[in-house]
């Protein structure tokens, strides 16, 4: 190559590196144009959308004080602590000028027999820790749950007569029924001692003429709000559904036994074997006979033809009968009209009973106990009774018919029965040679 050639070659070489150099120059100052141009952007589109978003800015301030604020400027301070209610109907109303005949219509009780309740359950339901304000009285408590049962209102229309929440009167309505069961069923709900089943079969005696009867026991539907899951289970023989409520009552309307744990398509004869009154009626019921015409005959409770003959269960003769065993029963029917009206009594003083109401059915059983507990305190009490109160129950039985359960000639391997057939045929034949010969309406023939 000549030597010209080769410096030509340079200069374009050089020249082309000037050039570049000098693209570079543009391009980094463009570039640094553009960046400077963004961040100019991005100031003023954030000074405006300060000002747009004053309001909100001033919520999120707000809501961090809230939040966190406490932690490091001192307590909280609350725009709202509780919503201003009015509880002059409890205090200047009821506990003021409320009447004896007053306190029966709206609480089924007296002010004294309520006032006897809340001494007994005053210690249970005593707060346990130091509330942040002044919790809801004892006497309170107890009113709300009392006047729920017996009315069968919404939580929200007890929340208003006493001037709190609602949530407040489930929370107290829970309490309260559970501290009943807790502290008052033992006490109030129980068979008969000796002395006391003493009295009991004279009294029945006396009454109807059936010897050595010291209960009668029967079963009640009670409306419920059944479950999704396993609600055919629920649904009794006449298509709603329910709870069975299994119970026997002394001649006076007291409950001394209870059981309400099985759906309403389950039959009588089947909840009463599952009961523990049949698995423990050997220590329930005393083995104290009374010697009747040269036969010993002892205590045994009343049921109808729904339930099995057994040591200590009577019932009735079924199927075609005979004049004497028709009479038999019908002293026997006359005689279990106590427990009839009993659940009538006791439906009619707690109305929540008759409808289905608003709480979860696995606690309706605490519900009906509850109920019972308070049945047998007001009839110890002896505080009145308002018969109109059973127009209602007369009314609900139209929406909700008890379901009529059918004849159980069944006979229980495990137990011998052949010694109370043999009873029952003497107690026959005592029933026509010493009272007058009754029949029965219908006799099947």
Same mark, same amino acid.
């Given at each position: 190559?000549?030597?010209?050639?080769?410096?030509?070659?340079?200069?374009?070489?050089? #020249?082309?590196?000037?050039?570049?150099?000098?693209?570079?120059?543009?391009?980094?100052?463009?570039?640094?144009?553009?960046?400077? !141009?963004?961040?100019?952007?991005?100031?003023?589109?954030?000074?405006?959308?300060?000002?747009?978003?004053?309001?909100?800015?001033?919520?999120?301030?707000?809501?961090?004080?809230?939040?966190?604020?406490?932690?490091?400027?001192?307590?909280?301070?609350?725009?709202?602590?509780?919503?201003?209610?009015?509880?002059?109907?409890?205090?200047?109303?009821?506990?003021?000028?409320?009447?004896?005949?007053?306190?029966?219509?709206?609480?089924?009780?007296?002010?004294?027999?309520?006032?006897?309740?809340? *001494?007994?359950?005053?210690?249970?339901?005593?707060?346990?820790?130091?509330?942040?304000?002044?919790?809801?009285?004892?006497?309170?408590?107890?009113?709300?749950?009392?006047?729920?049962?017996?009315?069968? =209102?919404?939580?929200?229309?007890?929340?208003?007569?006493?001037?709190?929440?609602?949530?407040?009167?489930?929370? =107290?309505?829970?309490?309260?029924?559970?501290?009943?069961?807790?502290?008052?069923?033992?006490?109030?709900?129980? $068979?008969?001692?000796?002395?006391?089943?003493?009295?009991?079969?004279?009294?029945?005696?006396?009454?109807?003429? @059936?010897?050595?009867?010291?209960? @009668?026991?029967?079963?009640?539907?009670?409306?419920?709000?059944?479950?999704?899951?396993?609600?055919?289970?629920?649904?009794?023989?006449?298509?709603?559904?329910?709870?069975?409520?299994?119970?026997?009552?002394? %001649?006076?309307?007291?409950?001394?036994?209870? =059981?309400?744990?099985?759906?309403?398509?389950? %039959? /009588?004869?089947?909840?009463?074997?599952?009961?523990?009154?049949?698995?423990?009626?050997?220590?329930?019921?005393?083995?104290?006979? *009374?010697?009747?015409?040269?036969?010993?005959?002892?205590?045994?409770?009343?049921?109808?033809?729904?339930?099995?003959?057994?040591?200590?269960?009577? !019932?009735?003769?079924?199927?075609?009968?005979?004049?004497?065993?028709?009479?038999?029963?019908?002293? #026997?029917?006359?005689?279990? @009209?106590?427990?009839?009206?009993?659940?009538?009594?006791?439906?009619? +003083?707690?109305?929540?009973?008759?409808?289905?109401?608003?709480?979860?059915?696995?606690?309706?059983?605490?519900?009906?106990?509850?109920?019972?507990? #308070?049945?047998?305190?007001?009839?110890?009490?002896?505080?009145? $009774?308002?018969?109109?109160?059973?127009?209602?129950?007369?009314?609900?039985?139209?929406?909700?018919?008890?379901?009529?359960?059918?004849?159980?000639?069944?006979? /229980?391997?495990?137990?011998?029965?052949?010694?109370?057939?043999?009873? +029952?045929?003497?107690?026959?034949?005592?029933?026509?040679?010493?009272?007058?010969?009754?029949?029965?309406?219908?006799?099947?023939?």
């Amino acid at each position: 190559m000549k030597y010209s050639n080769y410096l030509q070659l340079l200069q374009m070489i050089e #020249l082309l590196r000037m050039n570049l150099k000098q693209q570079n120059k543009r391009r980094n100052k463009l570039r640094r144009l553009v960046i400077k !141009k963004r961040r100019d952007f991005k100031i003023k589109l954030c000074d405006d959308l300060k000002k747009m978003n004053l309001h909100y800015r001033q919520q999120l301030l707000d809501s961090y004080r809230l939040s966190i604020g406490p932690l490091l400027n001192g307590p909280r301070i609350r725009s709202l602590w509780m919503k201003k209610r009015s509880s002059d109907w409890w205090l200047e109303i009821v506990n003021v000028q409320f009447r004896k005949e007053d306190w029966i219509e709206n609480f089924r009780m007296t002010k004294e027999t309520f006032e006897k309740i809340v *001494k007994e359950l005053t210690i249970h339901l005593q707060p346990n820790c130091l509330p942040v304000r002044a919790p809801v009285a004892i006497d309170k408590k107890i009113a709300m749950t009392i006047y729920k049962l017996a009315s069968c =209102c919404e939580y929200r229309i007890v929340g208003n007569a006493f001037g709190v929440h609602k949530s407040t009167v489930k929370k =107290c309505f829970y309490q309260v029924v559970k501290a009943i069961n807790t502290v008052l069923l033992s006490k109030y709900v129980k $068979f008969p001692d000796e002395n006391e089943a003493l009295r009991i079969a004279n009294a029945v005696e006396k009454k109807t003429g @059936m010897v050595q009867v010291i209960g @009668m026991i029967d079963g009640t539907h009670i409306p419920i709000l059944a479950p999704v899951n396993g609600r055919l289970d629920y649904i009794n023989r006449k298509g709603w559904t329910s709870l069975i409520c299994q119970a026997v009552v002394d %001649h006076e309307y007291k409950f001394t036994d209870i =059981c309400c744990k099985f759906p309403g398509s389950v %039959h /009588d004869a089947a909840v009463l074997k599952s009961s523990n009154l049949y698995n423990y009626a050997h220590q329930k019921i005393h083995s104290i006979k *009374k010697n009747i015409d040269g036969v010993d005959v002892p205590y045994f409770l009343l049921g109808d033809p729904a339930y099995p003959l057994l040591p200590w269960l009577m !019932k009735g003769y079924t199927g075609s009968v005979s004049i004497e065993e028709d009479n038999f029963n019908t002293y #026997l029917s006359s005689a279990r @009209m106590a427990v009839e009206n009993a659940f009538g009594r006791l439906k009619g +003083r707690w109305r929540c009973l008759q409808k289905r109401i608003d709480i979860h059915h696995s606690f309706v059983p605490s519900v009906v106990s509850c109920c019972v507990t #308070l049945h047998n305190i007001i009839e110890m009490e002896h505080d009145h $009774f308002n018969t109109t109160w059973l127009r209602n129950v007369e009314d609900s039985d139209v929406v909700y018919p008890q379901p009529t359960t059918s004849v159980t000639n069944r006979r /229980d391997t495990s137990l011998n029965v052949d010694d109370m057939k043999k009873i +029952r045929e003497h107690l026959k034949m005592y029933m026509v040679n010493n009272y007058p010969l009754r029949s029965s309406s219908v006799r099947t023939l």
